[in-house]
């Protein structure tokens, strides 16, 4: 456990400045909030035994903060509910993680950022087996960085397992995405996109895919193997998106395509393993982005 910050009232202000304010690379995080209050970002830790270090063993949510307001939280806590009960973790109360969430913003004074809560298994003996102390709750935000106008993505050669127990669930087991973001980026591009072992269009390593199919944008269906992304879900909702099997190849041959995330919202997809589309922007994800953006501007809690 991190060291509380000390002096809610007279100190914390000035104290997340200075810390807002650095530019270290190691120290992205201008507040943290771990198991039940603020902690210093600099000396923020766990356990050498916890099994989120140790196996991977937890879940998390990444959120866009828009004007100090967390963007679709209701959304993101189901989701994280959803898959803490996936790996059978124990959730903090909703009450917990608002007010951890409200914490946090407020102590780190950004307008617009990228807000992060991680539950873990918490301590546990060093195997796979969970321990008894219960699980750890972290909540950070940070400053966010901007994506570029249009991502360049590179499918890679390992599927996605649409029949893994994990399939579906946002978890901390991340090396697999790591090591295919490292393989895109070695391909000139920003974003891997995976197929599943079906050969069929499946996702990004932290992106679902829409792609212009015959006049229509189309999204692989959840059975795909893909993640219930929050923004997947209000583009289908809000936009001219329908679900549907596609062939990996279909993405390359699309005549237009975007990813969705929290992060970077709507971007569209410049080229396909160094092969441009022929349109980016096309006119249907402009509408989409459009009729996205629209909703931002009404609906902070959609």
């Not at 356990?47 to 196996?55: C, E, Q, R």
């Not at 209701?74 to 989701?79: E, K, N, V, Y």
């Not at 499946?202 to 059975?223: F, K, M, Q, W, Y």
Request: contains cysteine; charged residues 20%; proline residues 8%.
């Amino acid at each position: 456990m991190a060291e509380p910050i000390s002096g809610q009232d007279s100190g914390l202000a000035p104290y997340h400045r200075r810390i807002v304010a650095r530019t270290d690379p190691v120290l992205p995080a201008a507040a943290v909030w771990i198991d039940g209050g603020l902690v210093d970002p600099a000396r923020a830790k766990v356990s050498a035994f916890d099994h989120g270090l140790t196996v991977g063993d937890g879940v998390f949510e990444t959120l866009r903060v828009y004007g100090g307001v967390p963007f679709a939280l209701r959304r993101h806590l189901d989701r994280l509910g959803a898959s803490a009960a996936g790996l059978g973790l124990a959730l903090p109360a909703r009450s917990v993680l608002e007010g951890a969430v409200a914490e946090v913003l407020e102590a780190a004074g950004l307008s617009d950022a990228r807000l992060r809560l991680t539950l873990t298994g918490g301590p546990a003996p060093l195997g796979s087996g969970r321990g008894t102390a219960g699980t750890t709750l972290i909540v950070a935000a940070a400053t966010l960085e901007p994506f570029p106008p249009a991502a360049a993505v590179a499918t890679v050669p390992w599927p996605r397992n649409e029949r893994s127990p994990l399939s579906g669930y946002k978890t901390t087991s991340y090396a697999e995405n790591v090591v295919a973001l490292l393989h895109a980026q070695g391909a000139g591009a920003g974003e891997a996109i995976f197929a599943n072992t079906r050969g069929e269009l499946c996702e990004g390593t932290g992106s679902n895919v829409v792609v212009a199919r015959e006049g229509r944008l189309v999204t692989p269906p959840r059975s795909s193997g893909c993640l219930a992304g929050v923004t997947r879900a209000l583009v289908l909702e809000v936009c001219d998106v329908v679900e549907g099997v596609l062939a990996l190849r279909a993405l390359a041959d699309a005549d237009e395509a975007f990813l969705t995330s929290s992060t970077r919202e709507i971007q569209p997809i410049a080229s396909v393993d160094g092969r441009p589309l022929p349109n980016c922007p096309g006119p249907l994800t402009k509408a989409a982005r459009e009729a996205f953006a629209l909703l931002v501007a009404n609906d902070l809690d959609p």
